[in-house]
């Protein structure tokens, strides 16, 4: 079935460093690819996606690329604040299911 | 505009108790989803409703899990009666549209199963 790995965590780093959290996925379709973040006592939202292969998904200065050949969608971002310090998750929607499946999540904890 | 409400935040009960949760989704969503997340894994689909009808509810397990939604707007989930596995936070979600996958989540109600 359907599956996402997830790098475990936590990502420790600190204000400014370069943030890169990788995300590999299994689908017998083509799935649209989705990165959501739960910030600290809030839900998850919705942070950015991707709906085919090599497309970039972009939002808050965070990018990701659709890697059919890889079956990657690795989360990179310049340089992280300390307001970024939440749990990120990747996802996918298969083509012909309508089920979100989600990673078991990274924590990122950036320090000033 | 409001975002998913959910209740009640907290609920610590006794195994073998049963216990209710409650979702209001955002105004005019008509897909409605459950998900359980257990510490230290990602969400996991419970059901998902389009207005009142059940879309997906494979994963729920239905001897002890039940939910509904009335009129196509709030829903409840249940147990009746708890296990200590069932310990995780319950997260509601709606979508404007079904294909999309852009959810918008509640802030969840967690649960401990004592």
């Known amino acids: 079935g359907d599956s996402v790995t997830q790098m475990e965590g936590p990502v420790t780093l600190s204000e400014e460093a370069f943030l890169t959290i990788n995300c590999t996925y299994t689908a017998t379709g083509y799935p649209s690819l989705f990165w959501y973040v739960q910030y600290p006592g809030e839900g998850l939202q919705l942070l950015l996606k991707a709906t085919k292969a090599d497309d970039k998904g972009s939002n808050k200065g965070f990018e990701a690329t659709y890697r059919k050949e890889t079956t990657s969608f690795h989360l990179e971002k310049g340089s992280v604040q300390v307001s970024d310090s939440a749990v990120y998750f990747c996802a996918l929607k298969d083509t012909g299911f309508q089920k979100l499946v989600f990673g078991t999540g990274t924590r990122l904890l950036v320090s000033p | 505009e409001a975002g998913v409400a959910q209740s009640p935040r907290y609920k610590i009960i006794e195994k073998r108790q049963s216990v209710a949760f409650w979702c209001n989704p955002i105004s005019g969503h008509a897909t409605l989803y459950w998900y359980q997340q257990i510490l230290g894994q990602g969400p996991k689909l419970l059901i998902q409703f389009q207005n009142n009808g059940v879309v997906d509810d494979s994963q729920l397990p239905k001897d002890r899990f039940s939910a509904e939604r009335l009129k196509g707007v709030d829903s409840t989930l249940k147990i009746q009666p708890a296990k200590l596995e069932d310990s995780a936070v319950y997260l509601c979600?709606?979508?404007?549209?079904?294909?999309?996958?852009?959810?918008?989540f509640g802030e969840g109600s967690r649960l401990t199963v004592l």
């Open positions: 979600a709606s979508s404007l549209e079904t294909d999309t996958g852009e959810l918008f």
